[in-house]
């Protein structure tokens, strides 16, 4: 993956990426999975058709059996789409998009191919996460002048300020129960991973870690976050899990791609992206694997 993509990927407000080096031509990159309610589906963002000389390097949304098989592009555009979150039914896949010439956050009809702006604002939106019930939507913006945490209906009415405004944040994430979210907040001066409760009560950091952290992940039982640790200098990321009660953590993969890691309902596999070649100075193209948490043992998906 070139380096101009890479903090896109990562950013809370990436608007794009750059082009491919002259006379280049790429296999692309398949990235920033999200496994379906049901385990039956995986989505993830991948540029695999749009990499050559001169040209924007622009991700699409894919959709692809669980073992890889029967992908299919799920969106046609010149725009970049990212941050991906399947509806509890299993029926939409909400995604940010720069279509409109900014970052939206648009509803994907798995069935009929619609896609829908949820926010038509002027101001930068992304990293949508539904409510257990479906009924309600968390995300950030920057509407308000800096990244913050927003609500809004599932048919993307009443946006609001989350309750009691916890301040600066980007990349929410509801926790399976419906009782917290997690998320990225530099407040104090470094990107770590915070948790508050959906009624805006009980903030607190749950890392402490001077790299980058983000995409905050809950575990399906709630217990343990998983998310990235690791630095756009040297492009070295790892998936750490987090206990919430405790804070204790540990390393769970190494040598990942700076997207986020995505649970299997039951809560035995991640789908991780990891670069194809990994070198000094980082990585090249990434692919899709699937690790086993209880054994670490990875195969790529699709093998």
């Known amino acids: 993956m070139s380096a101009a993509c890479r903090a896109v990927l990562f950013a809370a407000a990436a608007i794009g990426c750059g082009a491919a080096p002259d006379g280049a031509e790429l296999p692309g990159s398949d990235t920033h999975a999200a496994w379906s309610p049901d385990g ?4 993830y963002i991948s540029n695999r058709e749009g990499v050559r000389a001169g040209q924007p390097i622009n991700f699409e949304v894919y959709v692809a059996d669980a073992d890889g098989g029967n ?15 399947w509806s509890p039914d299993g029926a939409t896949i909400l995604a940010k998009s720069y279509r409109d010439g900014n970052d939206e956050i ?33 995300f950030h913006s920057d509407r308000d002048g800096a990244s913050r945490l927003y609500l809004m209906e599932a048919d993307g009415s009443g946006a609001r300020l989350f309750p009691g405004d916890p301040g600066p944040g980007s990349l929410p994430q509801w926790s399976p129960d419906g009782r917290w979210i997690a ?6 001066g470094n990107p770590e991973i915070y948790v508050v409760g959906a009624d805006g009560a009980g903030l607190r950091r749950l890392t402490t ?4 952290n983000g995409y905050p992940r809950w575990r399906p039982d709630g217990a343990a976050i998983v998310h990235t640790t690791g630095s756009f200098e040297t492009d070295r990321w790892e998936i750490v899990l987090t206990d919430v009660a405790s804070g204790a953590s540990r390393v769970l993969v190494d ?21 194809s070649r990994y070198g000094e100075s980082g990585g090249d193209e990434s692919r ?5 948490v209880g054994t670490g043992a990875a195969r790529r998906l699709g093998d």
């Not at 949508?128 to 309600?136: L, Q, Y």
């Not at 998320?183 to 104090?188: E, P, Y």
């Open 40 to 43: 039956r589906q995986v989505a």
């Open 71 to 85: 992908p299919r592009r799920l969106t046609v555009n010149d725009a970049f789409e990212a941050d991906l979150a």
């Open 183 to 188: 998320f990225v907040s530099d407040r104090d």
């Open 288 to 292: 899709l694997y699937v690790v086993n």
């Open 255 to 275: 040598s990942v791609d700076s997207g986020n890691a995505a649970w299997s309902p039951d809560g035995r596999l991640l789908l991780i992206g990891r670069y």
């Open 209 to 212: 870690d001077p790299r980058v």
């Open 106 to 138: 648009y509803a994907l009809g798995l069935g009929d191919a619609s896609a829908r702006n949820l926010t038509n604002a002027q101001s930068a939106e992304g990293a949508p996460s539904w409510s257990p019930d479906g009924r309600t939507i968390v």
